[in-house]
Structures are given as C-alpha cells and as structure tokens.
C-alpha cells in the first residue's frame, strides 16, 4: 500500500508521509521541529484533551473508538445546546482526526468564537479557507470573528469575498452593511442592507440596522419606517422598541417616544438603559415623578450608570430636592469625573443651595473640560459678582 501523505498540523502547507508525531497526544504531525515548536501554543490546549482521551480511552458503539464523524455530531449537539466549551473539545478531536477538513476547523472556529477566543477562531477559520477557499459561509464567519475583534478592514474584506462566493448570502450583506456604517461608510452600508432585505425581506436584523444607518444619515423618516417593519416582523425586539424611541424622540413625538421605551421596558424589564431614557422622556413632558421613579430603577439595575444618577440628579433639581440632586450628581461625577453635564447641573444646585465656593469649583471645572462652554464662563462671572457683594 502506497504511504499516504499528510499535512503539517502548523499549516505550513508542507505534505508528507514521513512527518514527526507529537510525543503527548501522538495525534498532531509536523514537518521538522521548529513548526511543531511554533504550533505548540496553539495545539497545546488540543493535546491534552486528546492526551486525557487516551487515558480514559473513550469509545463509541461497539467499544470501539469515536470516529471523527461522531465527534463532529458530538460538537454540534453541545452548539445547539449552547455548551460551547463542550463543542469545542470534541471538534479539537475531529481537527486532530481529521486535519484535512475544512468543515472540521471552520466549526472548531465557530465554537472558539463563542468561547470568546477570537484569536483562535480566526486561526480556523484561515485554516478552513486554506483547504476550502471558496466556501462563502467560512468567509462570512470570519468577517464577523474580525467584527468582534475590531479588525474592522478585515471584516470587510471577508464579507466582500463572501459575497463574491455567493451574491444572495443575505447575511453577509447584512454584516458587511454594519461594519460599513462602523467605518463611517453610510451610503454603502445603507445599500449594502438594503441588498440583504431585497434577498431576505422578512429578517428583522436588517430592517433595524437599515433603520439605525438611515438615523446616522438623518433620514429620521426612513428609520422609524424600517423600525416599525423590524417590530411588524418580530414584535419581541427589546432594543429596536428602544431605538425606535430615540428617532421619535428627535422628531419630537414625545407621546410615541414614551410609548416605544414602555414596550421596550415590558419585553426586557432590566434594560436600565431603557429606563434612563424613558425618565428623560416623562420629565420632557413634566412629570418629574415618573421621570424619577424611571431613573432610580435604571440605578437599582446598574448602580454604576453615570448618566442615570446624572439625569436623576437633574429631576431632584428641579423638584428643589437640592440636598438629593447635590447627592446624586456627585456620585455621577465619582463614576465618570469628565461628565460635563453632570459638573455644570451640580454647579446650578449648589449656586441655589447657596454654597457660592462649591458652585465657583463646579463651573471652573467645566471650563477645564471644554473651554468654550459660554455659559459655564456666564455663571462664573456671576458668582464673582455675587462674592464681591
């Protein structure tokens, strides 16, 4: 029987039947010493599990060992039960069995960015492409491991090549669509999701990252017009009911405003964020009360938010809680010490409050973070005149 040649597990494209073994796992095979020696961070994690296998000898039907098939359905039922760890250690065995498939190291790649480790993902995913280069989906899911890393000309080049492979994979357009808008590219990522709604007009995703590139633009119309068919769609979206708040916000639709933000806040009763901006809304309409009770449970969910004891330290101000609005403000500053709003509303309290020096310090340290704040400097002259008598 003829030798079979195989790959170096480092993928230095070399091919041989004469490779060195790995002495831990005896799985892995290398071309000469110095790519086993560059591989092993990568193949280290891979050769205990395989290491650890052997000792328990794991077998399938039968007593005999797991096959590389079953490994590979072995990993899916852990990805479709959200076990990610789990997939990711019986892929590493289809890879370690099966070094030549791409199938195998392109759902290594899926697992390892579920896990969190991007680096190692993108390392499958180029593997997979190496032995596969025209298989759209692998580019796809490199574009998005790129996404998540910030490699953002990356990912673009990926989707674009996914695109290249396969012009109606709407997911791609999509992605690419969102990375171009990241890049400041609105025309492009505005056509490019307006191409993945015309091959998939009933995904919801794209209509709200239509909706959230047309808000960018100023096409304020266009984005509550996207938004709503994103909610016709799938009526369960907290964060395009909240989205869709904002844009009504601008266009000053305080009713529609308040309403977007309460559906977002019944589908997902811990969105803080939700809450700020609901608080935001109600005081806008005058009721400072509801705003007041919206930004308290926004700090009962994320104590650490900024901007909500900002916010609710605003509304105690003009309830003339002054004591509460002076509390709050300074625990916003504590939390973010360059919120200029926070600084500035702080000052107002504390020139009310009487405390001329504390206002004098807030109203100084305004100017300090933006030098043209006019009426920053108005209140600081002010003072001095009232401190002259």
């Not at 009360?289 to 900024?306: C, E, H, Q």
Request: aromatic share 4%; charged share 20%.
């Amino acid at each position: 029987m003829a030798a079979v040649n195989l790959p170096c597990a480092a993928g230095c494209g070399t091919f041989s039947s004469k490779l060195l073994q790995c002495s831990g796992c005896h799985m892995a095979r290398y071309c000469g010493t110095e790519c086993q020696k560059r591989h092993w961070k990568q193949h280290k994690k891979e050769c205990a599990l395989l290491k650890e296998e052997r000792k328990k000898g794991a077998k399938g039907e039968g007593g005999a060992p797991l096959s590389a098939a079953a490994r590979g359905r072995r990993g899916d039922r852990y990805m479709a039960k959200r076990k990610w760890a789990k997939a990711e250690a019986e892929y590493r065995h289809w890879v370690a069995l099966c070094p030549t498939n791409p199938a195998a190291h392109a759902d290594l790649g899926n697992a390892l960015t579920r896990t969190g480790d991007l680096d190692g993902a993108i390392a499958s995913y180029n593997r997979a492409m190496s032995l596969d280069p025209n298989h759209a989906t692998v580019h796809y899911d490199l574009g998005t491991a790129l996404t998540e890393k910030g490699d953002l000309g990356g990912a673009i080049a990926s989707y674009n090549r996914a695109i290249s492979l396969d012009p109606n994979h709407a997911g791609a357009h999509s992605n690419l669509g969102v990375a171009l808008m990241e890049k400041g590219d609105l025309d492009g990522a505005i056509a490019s999701h307006n191409r993945s709604i015309s091959i998939d007009p009933d995904n919801s995703q794209a209509y709200s990252n239509l909706g959230a590139a047309q808000e960018e633009k100023g096409d304020l119309d266009g984005a509550i017009a996207s938004f709503n068919r994103s909610i016709s769609i799938n009526p369960k979206q907290a964060i395009v009911h909240y989205n869709l708040g904002i844009v009504l916000e601008k266009k000053g639709d305080l009713d529609g405003t308040i309403a977007s933000y309460n559906r977002s806040i019944s589908i997902d009763p811990n969105y803080a964020s939700a809450h700020v901006n609901l608080g935001i809304a109600l005081g806008n309409k005058g009721d400072m009360d509801g705003a007041i009770a919206s930004f308290n449970r926004a700090i009962s969910l994320d104590p650490n938010d900024a901007n909500a004891h900002g916010t609710l330290g605003t509304a105690l101000q003009m309830k003339w809680d002054l004591d509460g609005a002076i509390a709050s403000l300074q625990r916003a500053i504590s939390i973010d010490p360059n919120l200029i709003k926070a600084h500035y509303n702080l000052g107002l309290a504390m020139k009310k409050k009487g405390d001329l020096d504390g206002a004098i310090a807030s109203f100084q340290r305004v100017i300090a973070l933006n030098s043209s704040d006019t009426d920053a400097r108005q209140h600081l002259e002010n003072l001095a005149m009232l401190k002259r008598g």
